[in-house]
Nanobody
């Protein structure tokens, strides 16, 4: 079993920054996981934000490219999402997820709320 715990959400003004963290526990092969961040607002589908592979290769949604940075510390079993130049439309519950094998995200965190005021 794999557990993911997000932290770092909160309320910030437009133009501000937040850094989300996601600590992974339960197995010793975190280094092999593809880790991702997703977000969801009420009434909408969960959408992809960013992902990162074990060697650091990362991918971003067009809506966050140039503003958000995903990173990972394999020694700490933790993945981060640095969010800069935040916009009100970034307001959502942000979820961390792990691909432990098979190409799909099979473990999810409980989510952390990010609210950006205008």
């Amino acid at each position: 079993q794999v557990q993911l715990v997000e932290s770092g959400g909160g309320l910030v003004q437009a133009g501000g920054s937040l850094k989300l963290s996601c600590e992974v526990s339960g197995r010793r092969t975190f280094v092999n996981y593809v880790m991702g961040w997703f977000r969801q607002t009420p009434g909408k589908e969960r959408e992809f934000v960013a992902s990162i592979r074990w060697f650091g290769g990362s991918y971003y949604a067009d809506s966050v490219k140039g503003r958000f940075t995903i990173s990972r510390d394999n020694a700490k079993n933790t993945v981060y999402l640095q969010m800069n130049s935040l916009k009100p439309e970034d307001t959502a519950v942000y979820y961390c997820a792990a691909q432990t094998g098979g190409g799909t995200y099979d473990y999810w965190g409980q989510g952390t709320q990010v609210t950006v005021s205008s």
